[in-house]
């Protein structure tokens, strides 16, 4: 892996806002390439809304917690200057333990808030800009979602430069 480079990640949350915990993150280079691509067993929270990330509580018991993985994913954040996300969960990484001063973070909900609300999704970021994601929540996965962020990234540097 190439040192001070551009990665996309994609991180789900359990929600409860005031326990959230990361139960899925992907993390994948400008070429799609997949460096990271976990679900975790949560420490706090053993039921969520599963309609707002498409993971059932019940898919997570045989899974392994972030901080096995803490150290990986440290190292392939060390490895990137610019960091690009949707709706940047920058904190929970942070709450892990996972270090990401003197990092950039894009996060392309930012340009693409219109009027706020439920229209800020990366569904319709993606229709937006053309990215097909699967209909269904359930059938989507932390690799699409990713690969979503970049495909949408790079149409909206093209239309930068347009």
């Given at each position: 892996?190439?040192?001070?480079?551009t990665?996309?990640?994609?991180?789900?949350?359990?929600?409860?806002?005031?326990?959230?915990?990361?139960v899925?993150?992907?993390?994948?280079?400008?070429?799609?390439?997949?460096?990271?691509?976990?679900?975790?067993?949560?420490?706090?929270?053993?039921?969520?809304?599963?309609?707002?990330?498409?993971?059932?509580?019940?898919?997570?018991?045989?899974?392994?917690?972030?901080?096995?993985?803490?150290?990986?994913?440290?190292?392939?954040?060390?490895?990137?200057?610019?960091?690009?996300?949707?709706?940047?969960?920058?904190?929970?990484?942070?709450?892990?333990?996972?270090?990401?001063?003197?990092?950039?973070?894009?996060?392309l909900?930012?340009?693409?808030?219109?009027?706020?609300?439920?229209?800020?999704?990366?569904?319709?970021?993606?229709?937006?800009?053309?990215?097909?994601?699967?209909?269904?929540?359930?059938?989507?996965?932390g690799?699409?979602?990713?690969k979503?962020?970049?495909?949408?990234?790079?149409?909206?540097?093209?239309?930068?430069?347009?």
């Amino acid at each position: 892996m190439k040192d001070k480079q551009t990665l996309i990640y994609w991180v789900d949350l359990t929600g409860p806002a005031v326990l959230d915990e990361i139960v899925r993150l992907t993390i994948v280079d400008i070429n799609n390439n997949i460096l990271f691509n976990h679900t975790f067993n949560t420490k706090l929270v053993d039921w969520w809304y599963s309609d707002l990330n498409g993971i059932k509580p019940e898919e997570t018991y045989n899974e392994q917690q972030f901080e096995n993985y803490k150290n990986k994913i440290q190292t392939i954040f060390n490895h990137a200057s610019k960091l690009i996300t949707f709706n940047a969960s920058t904190f929970f990484l942070e709450k892990q333990g996972i270090n990401l001063i003197n990092k950039q973070i894009i996060d392309l909900a930012d340009p693409f808030r219109v009027a706020g609300g439920e229209n800020d999704t990366i569904y319709n970021l993606c229709t937006y800009y053309g990215y097909k994601l699967p209909d269904n929540i359930y059938s989507r996965t932390g690799i699409n979602y990713a690969k979503a962020i970049n495909y949408c990234w790079h149409k909206m540097g093209s239309n930068r430069k347009a």
